[in-house]
Nanobody, 125 residues
Framework: EVQLQASGGGLVQAGGSLRLSCAASGFTVDHYSIGWFRQVPGKARLGISCISTTDGSTYYDQSVKGRFAISRDNAKHTVYLQMNRLKPEDTAVYYC??????????????????WGKGTQVTVSS
């Protein structure tokens, strides 16, 4: 069974850090784009970062650039999102998703092949 398991969310004070993990099972992550998305109630889901498991290329939305860092461990079939200097506006449900892609990465919502269940991140002021 193909699964993406997102974990690592929680409650943190503004300025703090969290590390999210996205563990894949049931498929090998070679030649995939793994992305992180977030959604708050009443708003559209936003792709905030992605990484290519093929060439390591990355993308960051302007809202997280310089604060978040995405990385991968292909041997563990896991992608991480290190979130630093968190702000209350980062509060959201965070999802990871995978898209088969030979190179580069994408956060185009409609192109994802697999989605994980979300993990809640709450940043208090």
């Amino acid at each position: 069974e193909v699964q993406l398991q997102a974990s690592g969310g929680g409650l943190v004070q503004a300025g703090g850090s969290l590390r999210l993990s996205c563990a894949a099972s049931g498929f090998t992550v070679d030649h995939y784009s793994i992305g992180w998305f977030r959604q708050v109630p009443g708003k559209a889901r936003l792709g905030i970062s992605c990484i290519s498991t093929t060439d390591g290329s990355t993308y960051y939305d302007q809202s997280v650039k310089g604060r978040f860092a995405i990385s991968r461990d292909n041997a563990k079939h896991t992608v991480y999102l290190q979130m630093n200097r968190l702000k209350p506006e980062d509060t959201a449900v965070y999802y990871c998703a995978a898209a088969r892609r030979l190179s580069g990465c994408t956060v185009r919502d409609g192109t994802m092949d697999y989605w994980g269940k979300g993990t809640q991140v709450t940043v208090s002021s």
